[in-house]
């Protein structure tokens, strides 16, 4: 049955595996990935609810509220879609996609992660794939950027692969540390030439318009 909230009922499907709007019942199947996910080796994550630096139920808040409240914070100009990644129905990570000024700019942002046991398995670029076409092809931006740090090299390995261009350099914390961020972008017109698959499908899109303001 649909939900009553149109974001929920998106999906994004390749050959490999589905995008499907993080529900409260998705995200309790994820929550188990969550709790064994603790970061313990390089490249360190962002310090971020879903790093998973500490083994603590309290975690697990953590990153259930930072989803409950990006879900609820939708304007026009700011908005953040979460969807679990699903391999032949088993959630094994998260894909998310965030509008920030896209009424004006039309640029998104993307993040995720992925369970330890389903990394190496080119996982990754899938669900960038994925995520992008629903980008571009379902909501119409202009530019995609990515961002990671420069040792995090699976992360920007994927950027290269699907034509992201270097877009400078950044600073964040990884506990509690600076370390220096790699900057990506991606236009429109480069993923049309170069990346775009006509095996991906976009479903349930047109009802999720209206809540993010895209006319």
Known sequence: M?????????????????LAGASDELLERLVPLVRAGVADAEPWPFDDPSSFYADSPER?????????????RVSADSWRLYFAVLV????????DLIGTN????????SFSWLAPGSRGRGLGREMRSAILQLAFAGLGAREAGSDAFVDNEASNRVSRGLGYEPNGTDWD???????????????RD????????DDIQLSRVEGCLTVLGIR
Do not use: C, K
């Open 190 to 197: 480069a993923w049309e030439r170069r990346v775009r698959r």
């Open 173 to 187: 914390t990884r506990r509690g540390e600076p370390a220096r961020i790699q900057q990506w972008r991606l236009t």
């Open 2 to 18: 649909p939900h009553t909230y149109p974001p929920l009922n998106v999906e994004v499907r390749t050959p490999r595996l589905t």
């Open 60 to 72: 697990e808040w953590q990153w259930l509220r930072a989803v409950w409240a990006g879900r609820s």
């Open 102 to 109: 896209f009424s004006r700019f039309g640029t998104v942002s």
């Open 88 to 95: 032949d129905g088993e959630p094994v990570g998260m894909q």
